[in-house]
């Protein structure tokens, strides 16, 4: 499990142009159409940031856990968690259980969550100032504090 | 025209009846005036008549898109709302980023028209086909950034999207704007003051249809590359890294900064305002308009003494240009506080700032007395004064009820109407047109008064010579035609850093299936500048309301690399009304407009 990869937010970074929203519907349905993306970018006007928000893939996925349908299961080749909608009850538990927000729904009610583009993710490849990078979870923890000590010590950033 | 990249759709809100209906907008339409600000020129012309009293029951608020509005096309975000301006009394528009305007159209509308009178406020939620006014009593006199977090937690949903007011437009400050997403306005020409009028605090979008374009494949590609190219630019990085205020170190060492009410070009503390001292001291972070990678708008906070800690999007480089070296000051703190009161109260920090420079101006020159002005003694470079006379603007208390009438009506009022540097009742933008001819006769031409995005020549003639007259008039024109197109297609103007005409078009067939040669695209601005103009004609305004106040005439720059110089105004004019083929009163000839096929 340690070699998967997943999606890391520097949600600092982020300047908030939602091309990663464009990138992401294109890619799954041929069209861009922000609202069927399966990230989004929330501006938080209190405090003023853009934060993007995605499935993290977390190692205890809590919404695989809550489905009642088992219509959740974690991808093999990815890790990523995927969706049989056939078996989806479209009850939104997965949304509500999920602590990043990395839930959406879309214009049916069915869950929208992030398969990584089958390894590929064109949010990331598409990002123009490197705010998602996609990272092995083991060792995302160093681009993480690299950020933070550029943030705190370094001039200039 | 086909279905994609436009919806064909317009949106009519009558907030008199309450009537909402949707009307299909005529096929043709698109072909003659692609969309934006072409499509308001449309119907501006089609519906409001010339006499009308732009506060009045039938001034309307003309919001459309263009066909890259949306999509993936990096700058496809510029939404166009069209009006007859209570500042000026002349045709107006104005354009918008963020992310307001692909909303608009990811609803499923090209156009929004909304007319008549609400007898209380009340504010518009579209939430796709389901359109609704709602009471805003609740919301009425708050603040821009209230007004906004209250409709998204009202509406409990935080990624609608809102344009609104704030209470300069309440309380009809002919300076007031509309503003979406907290920090991106329909600047100029006093639109909030219309949507005051109307007792209409905001209009709340809430989209999720997406815009259908023809080639999705090709727009992708499209993107990715200008993104690429984006990104490779040298201008576009000083703007991503600096903001738009990366422009302030040329412009004064040119010697063409409005500076101290345009009593010179040349402000010598320049170098504490530059796009690198503002990184240094205020700039925390970036921040983008939809599908844009540039992020040229900057996020700023400053500690202040006086006001303690105050954030915002921006400022700009008009708005450092017209409350900084305009005002003589060049402290941040003052030059943040004055732009947070202008965003909060949503008014126009350039016009706003131009009439407190005209103000310290005539304090100075002891043409107004401290009595008149509530005990304040406004001189150039005293930032405080400055913040409390917008704050008396933004409140109409004192002083400050007659400047929110804008520049032209209080300096008519005061008697210091030569201290007003206005065309057509707008303020100068922070080009100083003596050091750039181009600018004089863009400012002179522009339908809305001194805009200077109307035809930004000023980089062109950097690179010829920008005091001769010879050529300008062609070049005007030129520029005037290719920004009708980028506003109609909904682009943003720094678009053309990396997209020529050619490449425009180009993306316009992918989007829409519409081929277009580059003669016919420029016959489109040509139509769409000479609408403009008609409207103009038929409110009655000519050749006398084109020129440039006398200062620029009769008063050379005194100093720097534009000394010497003043506005050869009625050369120009001469020059671009023949090349226009207007004639020398600067009316279009019935047979220019019968070229263009349009009405005389």
Redesign the interface.
């Known amino acids: 499990m340690s070699q998967i990869k997943i999606i890391n937010v520097a949600f600092r970074r982020c300047v908030g142009c939602r091309l990663c929203e464009q990138w992401c519907s294109y890619s799954h349905d041929g069209k861009a159409n922000p609202a069927m993306a399966r990230i989004k970018v929330l501006r938080d006007l209190e405090s003023s940031g853009d934060i993007p928000m995605v499935c993290h893939q977390c190692a205890t996925p809590l919404c695989l856990n809550k489905c009642p349908a088992g219509a959740l299961y974690r991808d093999n080749k990815t890790g990523a968690i995927r969706l049989d909608r056939g078996a989806c009850l479209g009850c939104g538990l997965c949304v509500e259980a999920c602590p990043h927000g990395g839930v959406g729904v879309d214009s049916g009610g069915y869950p929208l969550i992030c398969d990584l583009c089958d390894g590929k993710p064109q949010c990331v490849t598409h990002c123009p100032v490197g705010a998602l990078s996609f990272l092995r979870r083991d060792l995302v923890d160093r681009v993480v504090k690299a950020d933070v000590a550029r943030k705190s010590g370094g001039e200039g950033y | 025209m086909t279905a994609e990249g436009l919806t064909g759709r317009l949106l009519r809100v009558d907030l008199s009846t309450g009537k909402i209906a949707v009307e299909a907008i005529p096929e043709d339409v698109a072909r003659s005036f692609l969309g934006g600000r072409g499509l308001g020129a449309y119907y501006f012309d089609r519906e409001i008549k010339p006499g009308i009293d732009p506060l009045g029951l039938q001034n309307k608020l003309i919001f459309s898109c263009g066909p890259l509005l949306g ?2 096309v ?1 700058g496809g975000n510029k939404v166009c709302v069209t009006f007859k301006s209570p500042l000026t009394g002349t045709y107006s528009y104005s354009l918008c980023g963020g ?1 307001w305007g692909p909303e608009l159209k ?1 609803a499923g509308y090209d156009a929004l028209v909304v007319e008549g009178v609400s007898k209380y406020p009340v504010y518009l939620f579209i939430d796709d086909e389901s359109v609704s006014i709602c009471p805003a009593d609740h919301i009425w006199g708050q603040l821009i ?1 209230e007004t ?2 209250a409709l ?1 937690g009202e509406i409990g949903d ?2 609608v999207k809102v344009a609104c007011i704030g209470p300069a437009g309440e309380r009809l400050n002919r300076m007031a704007c509309i503003t979406a ?2 920090y991106r306005e329909f600047g100029r020409g006093g639109a909030g003051a219309v949507m005051g009028a109307k007792k209409l605090k905001a209009l709340v979008i809430r ?7 023809k080639e ?1 494949g090709k ?2 590609s499209i ?2 590359k200008m ?1 690429k190219d984006l ?1 490779r630019h040298v201008t576009v990085q000083a703007r991503h890294s600096y903001g738009t205020p990366e422009m302030v170190e040329e412009i004064n060492y040119l010697g063409f900064w409005s500076t101290r009410n345009f009593s010179t070009g040349q402000f010598n503390d320049a170098g504490k305002l530059s796009g690198k001292a503002m990184k240094k001291e205020i700039v925390q ?9 540039v ?1 040229c ?1 900057k ?1 700023s906070a400053i500690n202040s003494a006086s006001y303690g800690r105050v ?1 915002l ?1 921006g400022p700009e480089f008009e708005t450092i240009g017209l409350l900084g070296a305009n005002c003589g000051v060049s402290q941040w703190e003052y030059i943040v506080q004055a732009a947070k009161i202008c965003d909060s109260y949503g008014m126009d920090t350039m016009s706003s700032g131009a009439v407190v420079a005209m103000i310290m101006e005539a304090f100075e020159k002891g043409r107004i007395s401290e009595e008149q002005l509530d005990g304040l003694r406004p001189r150039f470079g005293d930032g405080s004064v400055m913040v409390e006379l917008l704050q008396r603007i933004g409140d109409r208390k004192g002083i400050g009820d007659l400047l929110a009438e804008g520049l032209q009506a209080s300096a008519g009022q005061l008697g210091i109407s030569d201290l007003a540097m206005h065309v057509k009742g707008l303020p100068l933008a922070t080009y100083d047109p003596r050091g750039c001819k181009g600018m004089a006769l863009t400012y002179g031409t522009s339908p809305k008064g001194a805009h200077h995005m109307v035809s930004p020549t000023m980089g062109l003639e950097l690179a010829g010579n920008r005091f001769s007259v010879e050529g300008k008039g062609l070049l005007v024109r030129k520029t005037q035609q290719h920004m009708a197109l980028v506003d109609s297609l909904s682009l943003c103007s720094s678009m053309r850093f990396v997209l020529n005409l050619e490449g425009q078009l180009q993306i316009l067939e992918a989007a829409t299936g519409l081929v277009l040669s580059e003669e016919e695209a420029l016959r489109i601005g040509d139509r769409i500048i000479n609408l403009e103009r008609m409207c103009n004609v038929r409110m009655g305004f000519d050749r006398r309301h084109d020129v440039l106040p006398r200062r620029f005439l009769e008063e050379p720059l005194p100093e720097g690399l534009s000394g010497g110089q003043v506005v050869e105004m009625d050369d120009l004019l001469n020059d671009y009304y023949s090349v226009m083929g207007w004639d020398e009163r600067g009316i279009p000839t019935p047979e220019k407009l019968k070229t263009l096929d349009l009405a005389t």
């Not at chain 2, 989209?207 to 374009?213: A, F, K, L, P």
């Not at chain 2, 972070?285 to 990678?293: K, L, M, R, T």
Request: with cysteine; proline share 12%; hydrophobic share 25%.
């Open positions: 999509t993936m990096p992310h990811t950034p906004d977090s998204r935080p990624f997403d907290c989209g999720s249809r997406g815009v259908i374009v999705p727009i992708a993107s990715e993104v990104k972070g970036d921040s983008s308009c939809f599908s844009c990678p992020a708008g996020r954030e999007e």
